[in-house]
């Protein structure tokens, strides 16, 4: 596998060869990115100067055909949080990059004038991006392939809000985007507005005659699951009824757990009323994707990719909108802007609720009346984030700053972990998901542990509301989300590939042999080495934690009981089934188990 060095700073390009034996640690992707930055970052950097590294990691599966293998993963320092960031994008721009001729890139530096760098078929170029910088990100996709004229390319790119380094600003790739935690900010502060990949290559095969049987077989599987089926037919969104009947649908800022007009913005709605067509990644058979189109209503003629889960409850629910027409007009910006829709929509309802409690004027927002359930507000409010304009430019660098700067008790109200706002799943009836957000690696974050089981009861076993046992689970998670990330499998729809799967199509294709203890055992090393990373940034146990709202302020459950989040009880049993000590360090002993022993 290759890796791309880019200099920015002095415009030079070198070429160096993966290490295999880090392949056999780390397999690829998540894995590999996160040991190249604890290696090469000291702590302290400034995530948005020129020392921090941007770099963007595939796995040896990616673009091979097996499905659902498309998550590429870029890895920083993160300017929302200071924490280490993983974010990953599916869609074909991973894949491309590979049949490009390159498996990673690791970007230094920070170029005098806008740049972005072009790659095909093993070719590399630095080209002017001058006339590209101000662009949306479907304009700059646009213009590159008029300019290029190449038949096949595929586009990551960022916006305005990355330009104006946005703290949750994303890098875009058609509807798919490298969302959490900055990543889009730190593409903008090193003046790089855009990758190109195109290319004939397919990558390499150790054993492609057994890799190809293996792919076949799961393939099979795919095609008879009735999970995967429904799934697809929906996608994420699917799943709004549910929370919301269960009260894991947060409400108003996280005031509530439920929303009254619910169906209004859930599927059937979405479905029924504006999808147009489903669409897919690369080599995915579930095909959970979907585009919509409004045709005015008060927000213009739109087309977009979207709205996943996410998105219909931060623009909804979550802000107290039952409008499903400004719901995807905000997708569709962001989109555009290059902004992560989590993060955006809870900006927003953080505003929303400082608004109401007389902490922001309307004349502080050119007279808007930012009151939950005003979608007109809303959206308007995402110009002025994108652009840093007016309170745009407070809320831009994300609630938790936004609230220092506000002051008085604005800070009540900013729903955040390390400074990553959180997502739509309320953790008061879901324990695990509680402690997954406090303890993920890069803050406030839902899917680096997703525990399914728990929110959505597939598993009748696991008591949402109980803390027993969550230790051991949240952690049995992540490392299962960390082998997946490293593997570039996306974490919903590869429920049709067991872990056994994932070890004999990582073994094939490389030659390095593997089985699910081992996948596991190396999941397991990476979270260790992300925690010893946040260690040295000056993190601690006392970081690990949750908003005020969830931990004081308790809301009635679906079972009838009021519920809050005892956020110490949960880090004890999670530090004791991590081999951690009562301040979150991992013990020697632990260190040593998982070959990191001179990572100390």
């Given at each position: 596998?290759?890796?791309?060095?880019?200099?920015?700073?002095?415009?030079?390009?070198?070429?160096?060869?993966?290490?295999?034996?880090?392949?056999?640690?780390?397999?690829?992707?998540?894995?590999?990115?996160?040991?190249?930055?604890?290696?090469?970052?000291?702590?302290?950097?400034?995530?948005?100067?020129?020392?921090?590294?941007?770099?963007?990691?595939?796995?040896?599966?990616?673009?091979?055909?097996?499905?659902?293998?498309?998550?590429?993963?870029?890895?920083?320092?993160?300017?929302?949080?200071?924490?280490?960031?993983?974010?990953?994008?599916?869609?074909?721009?991973?894949?491309?990059?590979?049949?490009?001729?390159?498996?990673?890139?690791?970007?230094?530096?920070?170029?005098?004038?806008?740049?972005?760098?072009?790659?095909?078929?093993?070719?590399?170029?630095?080209?002017?991006?001058?006339?590209?910088?101000?662009?949306?990100?479907?304009?700059?996709?646009?213009?590159?392939?008029?300019?290029?004229?190449?038949?096949?390319?595929?586009?990551?790119?960022?916006?305005?809000?990355?330009?104006?380094?946005?703290?949750?600003?994303?890098?875009?790739?058609?509807?798919?985007?490298?969302?959490?935690?900055?990543?889009?900010?730190?593409?903008?502060?090193?003046?790089?507005?855009?990758?190109?990949?195109?290319?004939?290559?397919?990558?390499?095969?150790?054993?492609?005659?057994?890799?190809?049987?293996?792919?076949?077989?799961?393939?099979?599987?795919?095609?008879?699951?009735?999970?995967?089926?429904?799934?697809?037919?929906?996608?994420?969104?699917?799943?709004?009824?549910?929370?919301?009947?269960?009260?894991?649908?947060?409400?108003?800022?996280?005031?509530?757990?439920?929303?009254?007009?619910?169906?209004?913005?859930?599927?059937?709605?979405?479905?029924?009323?504006?999808?147009?067509?489903?669409?897919?990644?690369?080599?995915?058979?579930?095909?959970?994707?979907?585009?919509?189109?409004?045709?005015?209503?008060?927000?213009?003629?739109?087309?977009?990719?979207?709205?996943?889960?996410?998105?219909?409850?931060?623009?909804?629910?979550?802000?107290?909108?039952?409008?499903?027409?400004?719901?995807?007009?905000?997708?569709?910006?962001?989109?555009?802007?290059?902004?992560?829709?989590?993060?955006?929509?809870?900006?927003?309802?953080?505003?929303?609720?400082?608004?109401?409690?007389?902490?922001?004027?309307?004349?502080?927002?050119?007279?808007?009346?930012?009151?939950?359930?005003?979608?007109?507000?809303?959206?308007?409010?995402?110009?002025?984030?994108?652009?840093?304009?007016?309170?745009?430019?407070?809320?831009?660098?994300?609630?938790?700053?936004?609230?220092?700067?506000?002051?008085?008790?604005?800070?009540?109200?900013?729903?955040?972990?390390?400074?990553?706002?959180?997502?739509?799943?309320?953790?008061?009836?879901?324990?695990?998901?509680?402690?997954?957000?406090?303890?993920?690696?890069?803050?406030?974050?839902?899917?680096?542990?997703?525990?399914?089981?728990?929110?959505?009861?597939?598993?009748?076993?696991?008591?949402?509301?109980?803390?027993?046992?969550?230790?051991?689970?949240?952690?049995?998670?992540?490392?299962?989300?960390?082998?997946?990330?490293?593997?570039?499998?996306?974490?919903?729809?590869?429920?049709?590939?067991?872990?056994?799967?994932?070890?004999?199509?990582?073994?094939?294709?490389?030659?390095?042999?593997?089985?699910?203890?081992?996948?596991?055992?190396?999941?397991?090393?990476?979270?260790?080495?992300?925690?010893?990373?946040?260690?040295?940034?000056g993190f601690t146990r006392q970081d690990d934690t949750l908003p005020k709202r969830?931990?004081?302020?308790?809301?009635?459950?679906?079972?009838?009981?009021?519920?809050?989040?005892?956020?110490?009880?949960?880090?004890?049993?999670?530090?004791?089934?991590?081999?951690?000590?009562?301040?979150?360090?991992?013990?020697?002993?632990?260190?040593?188990?998982?070959?990191?022993?001179?990572?100390?």
């Amino acid at each position: 596998m290759k890796l791309l060095n880019v200099d920015l700073t002095n415009r030079e390009t070198s070429w160096e060869e993966l290490d295999q034996e880090n392949l056999s640690h780390y397999l690829g992707g998540r894995g590999l990115g996160v040991r190249y930055l604890y290696d090469n970052l000291p702590a302290g950097v400034d995530p948005l100067g020129p020392e921090n590294i941007l770099s963007f990691w595939a796995s040896p599966l990616i673009g091979t055909g097996a499905v659902s293998t498309v998550k590429l993963c870029a890895v920083t320092k993160s300017p929302a949080t200071n924490t280490i960031l993983m974010s990953l994008m599916g869609g074909f721009f991973g894949p491309e990059l590979r049949f490009a001729g390159v498996d990673a890139i690791v970007i230094r530096g920070t170029a005098s004038e806008p740049l972005y760098l072009f790659i095909q078929d093993g070719e590399v170029k630095l080209k002017d991006a001058s006339h590209l910088w101000g662009q949306t990100t479907r304009q700059t996709e646009n213009t590159l392939e008029e300019e290029l004229g190449l038949k096949k390319m595929h586009v990551a790119s960022i916006g305005q809000a990355g330009e104006n380094l946005v703290s949750f600003a994303a890098i875009m790739h058609q509807g798919d985007a490298m969302g959490r935690g900055g990543i889009g900010a730190v593409m903008g502060s090193k003046n790089l507005k855009a990758i190109v990949a195109s290319g004939k290559a397919r990558p390499a095969i150790a054993d492609p005659d057994a890799y190809k049987e293996t792919v076949k077989r799961i393939a099979g599987v795919y095609k008879e699951s009735m999970p995967l089926k429904l799934f697809g037919a929906t996608g994420t969104t699917r799943h709004v009824d549910g929370l919301n009947e269960k009260v894991l649908y947060p409400t108003r800022n996280f005031r509530e757990g439920a929303f009254e007009d619910y169906k209004e913005v859930n599927a059937e709605a979405l479905y029924k009323n504006f999808v147009t067509k489903r669409v897919t990644c690369h080599a995915c058979s579930v095909r959970c994707r979907r585009e919509a189109v409004i045709t005015d209503n008060g927000f213009g003629e739109v087309e977009t990719e979207g709205p996943e889960y996410e998105t219909l409850w931060g623009f909804s629910g979550n802000c107290g909108s039952n409008s499903m027409e400004a719901v995807i007009a905000a997708n569709d910006l962001c989109l555009e802007y290059g902004l992560d829709t989590i993060s955006t929509g809870m900006v927003i309802s953080f505003a929303m609720e400082c608004f109401e409690q007389g902490l922001i004027t309307s004349e502080q927002i050119d007279g808007l009346e930012l009151n939950f359930g005003n979608p007109d507000a809303m959206v308007a409010m995402i110009h002025q984030i994108a652009k840093r304009e007016g309170l745009g430019d407070v809320l831009a660098n994300g609630v938790k700053r936004a609230a220092q700067e506000i002051g008085s008790e604005a800070e009540d109200y900013a729903i955040h972990v390390k400074g990553l706002e959180l997502a739509g799943y309320d953790p008061r009836g879901a324990k695990g998901m509680g402690l997954g957000y406090a303890t993920s690696p890069r803050g406030g974050c839902h899917e680096r542990g997703y525990p399914l089981e728990e929110l959505l009861g597939i598993d009748p076993n696991i008591d949402r509301f109980a803390y027993e046992g969550k230790g051991a689970y949240v952690k049995k998670k992540q490392d299962e989300v960390a082998v997946k990330d490293a593997l570039g499998f996306c974490v919903l729809s590869s429920a049709g590939t067991t872990l056994a799967d994932m070890a004999e199509l990582f073994a094939n294709s490389t030659g390095i042999d593997m089985d699910e203890a081992t996948l596991l055992h190396i999941g397991e090393r990476i979270c260790n080495l992300e925690r010893l990373f946040n260690l040295r940034e000056g993190f601690t146990r006392q970081d690990d934690t949750l908003p005020k709202r969830l931990v004081k302020e308790a809301i009635k459950g679906s079972d009838g009981n009021m519920h809050a989040v005892d956020i110490e009880r949960l880090l004890d049993d999670y530090y004791a089934a991590r081999g951690w000590d009562a301040e979150g360090v991992p013990s020697s002993e632990t260190l040593e188990r998982m070959g990191l022993g001179e990572s100390l």
